[in-house]
């Protein structure tokens, strides 16, 4: 019986010691994650914004990418899970010009905190066959500054304290995007203007690069469908244009093009529109995006 209790006595002695810790360890981890959370807490619905907000707040900010890798955004939806982590978040940062249908969800949500929409101050295209507008601006440098320019704004509202810094990110981001768009600019200069994609995306490409784009679905969704009168017309355009590369993209089916490039007996290339994210760099992207441009016109 005294040994008993003499195993009683230690156990206790044990157990209020490890209670002890178990209490301020867990206060440790609440003081640390408060810590955490001084950063500013930014979400980015797709790939290209994710890197710019890198970019623009790298160590003062948590960054998120809310559209998982290989998921389309036009096809993705938020879940209970998603939603919850967007209200929990000091800033969201959007393509815009509708591209994210899901947003509007989040503000009937009363969400507290930023929504940037980073196609403000940009010029938008309307797609003409279908009377909507275009979002694809961020595959052309000059817009992605714009966009980089308005994550850095919005970041310094939130952070005042650290505006210089995320100023200076941006500025430093937004050099190599000028770099970038002159790269593009003096290596297509002098080449062939004509070149097939699959989907409306490069109108603001083929815009600013005085190129023209022939597409096989005339619309900005790539989900739309070839017709055999769209095909035979796309064709005959190649078949005129002397056009020896049709261009897929590394998000959709390539059969179509192929199809095309078969018939014509040419070659497919890719021009990603970077909507699904990958390991690789918006600028490393679009140096890809440049050298099968190059292929295909000089």
Same mark, same amino acid.
């Given at each position: 019986?005294?040994?008993?209790?003499?195993?009683?006595?230690?156990?206790? *002695?044990?157990?209020?010691? $490890?209670?002890?810790f178990a209490v301020s360890g867990t206060n440790s981890n609440i003081?640390?994650?408060?810590?955490?959370?001084?950063?500013?807490? /930014?979400?980015?619905?797709?790939?290209?914004?994710?890197?710019?907000?890198?970019?623009?707040?790298?160590?003062?900010?948590?960054?998120?990418? *809310?559209? =998982?890798?290989?998921?389309? =955004?036009?096809?993705?939806? =938020?879940?209970?899970?998603?939603?919850?982590?967007?209200?929990?978040?000091?800033?969201?940062?959007?393509?815009?010009?509708?591209?994210?249908?899901? /947003?509007?969800?989040?503000?009937?949500? #009363?969400?507290?905190?930023?929504?940037?929409?980073?196609?403000?101050?940009? $010029?938008?295209? *309307?797609?003409?066959?279908?009377?909507?507008?275009?979002?694809?601006?961020?595959?052309?440098?000059? #817009?992605?500054?714009?966009?980089?320019?308005n994550i850095a704004t919005a970041f310094s509202n939130a952070d005042?304290?650290?505006?210089?810094?995320?100023?200076?990110?941006?500025?430093?981001?937004?050099?190599?995007?000028?770099? $970038?768009?002159?790269?593009?600019?003096?290596?297509?200069? %002098?080449?062939?203007?004509?070149?097939?994609?699959?989907?409306?995306?490069?109108?603001?490409?083929?815009?600013?690069?005085?190129?023209?784009?022939? /597409?096989?679905?005339?619309?900005?969704?790539?989900? %739309?469908?070839?017709?055999?009168?769209?095909?035979?017309?796309?064709?005959s355009t190649a078949k005129k244009l002397d056009i020896q590369i049709?261009?897929?993209?590394?998000?959709?089916?390539?059969?179509?093009?192929?199809?095309?490039?078969?018939?014509?007996? %040419? #070659?497919?290339?890719?021009?990603?529109?970077?909507?699904?994210?990958?390991?690789?760099?918006?600028?490393?992207?679009?140096?890809?995006?440049?050298? #099968?441009?190059?292929?295909?016109?000089?």
């Open positions: 019986m005294n040994i008993q209790i003499k195993l009683a006595i230690i156990a206790i *002695l044990i157990v209020i010691p $490890l209670s002890s003081q640390f994650t408060i810590t955490d959370n001084s950063k500013l807490q /930014v979400i980015s619905s797709f790939n290209p914004l994710h890197e710019f907000s890198q970019n623009v707040g790298m160590q003062k900010i948590d960054a998120t990418l *809310l559209v =998982p890798i290989g998921v389309e =955004p036009h096809d993705w939806e =938020p879940t209970i899970k998603d939603v919850q982590q967007m209200q929990a978040s000091d800033i969201i940062v959007i393509n815009g010009i509708g591209f994210e249908n899901w /947003v509007d969800k989040i503000s009937d949500e #009363n969400y507290q905190g930023t929504i940037v929409d980073t196609s403000n101050k940009i $010029l938008v295209k *309307l797609e003409e066959e279908h009377n909507s507008k275009d979002p694809h601006i961020w595959l052309i440098p000059g #817009n992605a500054k714009i966009q980089v320019q005042p304290e650290n505006q210089q810094y995320y100023e200076s990110n941006a500025q430093k981001y937004i050099q190599k995007l000028d770099l $970038l768009d002159s790269k593009i600019r003096n290596e297509l200069s %002098g080449c062939a203007t004509d070149f097939i994609t699959l989907h409306d995306a490069f109108s603001y490409f083929a815009d600013e690069y005085d190129l023209n784009q022939h /597409v096989i679905i005339s619309s900005t969704d790539s989900h %739309g469908e070839a017709t055999a009168k769209t095909l035979a017309n796309i064709i049709i261009f897929g993209e590394d998000d959709a089916d390539v059969r179509t093009s192929q199809i095309i490039a078969d018939d014509i007996g %040419g #070659n497919v290339l890719v021009l990603s529109t970077m909507e699904i994210s990958s390991d690789e760099t918006y600028i490393s992207k679009m140096n890809q995006n440049l050298e #099968n441009l190059k292929e295909a016109l000089c």
